[in-house]
């Protein structure tokens, strides 16, 4: 069984501010893990992800997250919002045999400029 | 074009109705999967497809059938459309080859509205 918990179903900050989107999550097996992000009337992108290997990730946009197996988590960051960050973003996971992802309730971000 | 095409983009129908969403793909993957997006809820699994003879139901499948006509092609039906299924609907792919983690490719969605 899996589950993902996104801490936050809003999260607003500065246009020049630490972005920090909190995912928490639960998997019986070693995870695979998921950032995607929704713009408005768009289907869903990959930001990127974990699989194996180096613990921090780098996506597009400037994002980061890193995977920290002894807290269960998997947090979005990113240094300095934009105005085109504005979206909601959704932590994934997945595990198994049968490869399907579960996903979070997503967060909204909302950059004031 | 898009790798993951979804028709039609939006529909309004009336209670009652049968309503399909198509789905086709250009990807060459072989898993194909229906999700079904609430504001507040996240995405959830409707059905999914791991080959054309292979189809499984998700968390929430009751109301909703699918049909694997090809390898490309994967429709979702609503028998008899009712209100508290208006929601935005995702098609999504994932490559079923060695060394994959499940990562889904996402079509643009399809916005049912019932009445």
């Known amino acids: 069984a899996q589950s993902v918990t996104q801490l936050g179903s809003h999260v607003s900050v500065s246009e020049g501010a630490l972005v920090l989107l909190r995912c928490n999550y639960s998997s019986s097996v070693p995870p695979y893990l998921f950032w995607y992000v929704q713009y408005p009337n768009q289907g869903l992108q990959l930001l990127l992800k974990?699989?194996?290997?180096?613990?921090l990730v780098k996506g597009i946009n400037g994002f980061e997250a890193e995977f920290k197996k002894s807290e269960t988590s998997f947090h979005l960051t990113k240094p300095s919002a934009h105005m085109s960050d504005a979206a909601e973003y959704f932590c994934?996971?997945?595990?198994?045999?049968?490869?399907?992802?579960?996903f979070g309730k997503g967060t909204l971000l909302t950059v004031n400029p | 074009d898009a790798d993951v095409t979804q028709t039609p983009r939006n529909r309004i129908t009336k209670t009652g109705k049968r309503i399909m969403l198509e789905c086709s793909q250009t990807k060459g993957h072989d898993r194909m999967y229906w999700y079904r997006q609430d504001p507040g809820l996240g995405l959830q699994l409707i059905y999914y497809s791991f080959d054309v003879k292979d189809i499984n139901k998700g968390e929430i499948s009751d109301g909703y059938s699918v049909s694997r006509q090809a390898q490309a092609k994967f429709s979702l039906s609503l028998e008899s459309a009712i209100p508290n299924q208006t929601a935005l609907y995702f098609c999504?792919?994932?490559?079923?080859?060695?060394?994959?983690?499940?990562?889904?490719?996402f079509g643009e969605g399809s916005r049912l509205t019932v009445l």
């Open positions: 974990y699989t194996t290997g180096a613990t």
């Open positions: 999504a792919t994932s490559d079923a080859g060695t060394g994959n983690t499940g990562e889904l490719f």
């Open positions: 994934a996971v997945s595990g198994g045999s049968n490869y399907k992802l579960t």
